[in-house]
Nanobody, 118 residues
Framework: QGQLVESGGGSVQAGGSLRLSCAAS????????VGWFRQAPGKERELSAS????????YYADSVKGRFTISRDNAKNTVYLQMNSLKPEDTAAYYC???????????WGQGVQVTVSS
């Protein structure tokens, strides 16, 4: 099954940037979709961005479109989420999820906290 190792969370001021990483340990992302979900206290979990490993197709939630970029590095077996122009409403725990059969059955990483102050 392997593990997902997330990194890159932290605290920034509004307008700043962070890059999250999700590395596959003991597994590959071949034939998987990889997504970054986020959940803020009192709010529903949201799929912010995803990428299909095989063809690189991407999806972005309207709330992050134009500010976040999801990408992959085949050699490093890692998915990145570049987050620019961060807003306080981006504050959340961010989770990397991999799946072949739908997000509800995916494997989740441990999550990283992103805090954006105004």
């Amino acid at each position: 099954q392997g593990q997902l190792v997330e990194s890159g969370g932290g605290s920034v001021q509004a307008g700043g940037s962070l890059r999250l990483s999700c590395a596959a340990s003991g597994r590959t992302f071949n034939n998987y979709a990889v997504g970054w979900f986020r959940q803020a206290p009192g709010k529903e979990r949201e799929l912010s961005a995803s990428i299909t490993w095989s063809n690189g197709n991407t999806y972005y939630a309207d709330s992050v479109k134009g500010r976040f970029t999801i990408s992959r590095d085949n050699a490093k077996n890692t998915v990145y989420l570049q987050m620019n122009s961060l807003k306080p409403e981006d504050t959340a725990a961010y989770y990397c999820v991999v799946t072949r059969t739908g997000w509800s059955t995916g494997s989740w990483g441990q999550g990283v906290q992103v805090t954006v102050s105004s």
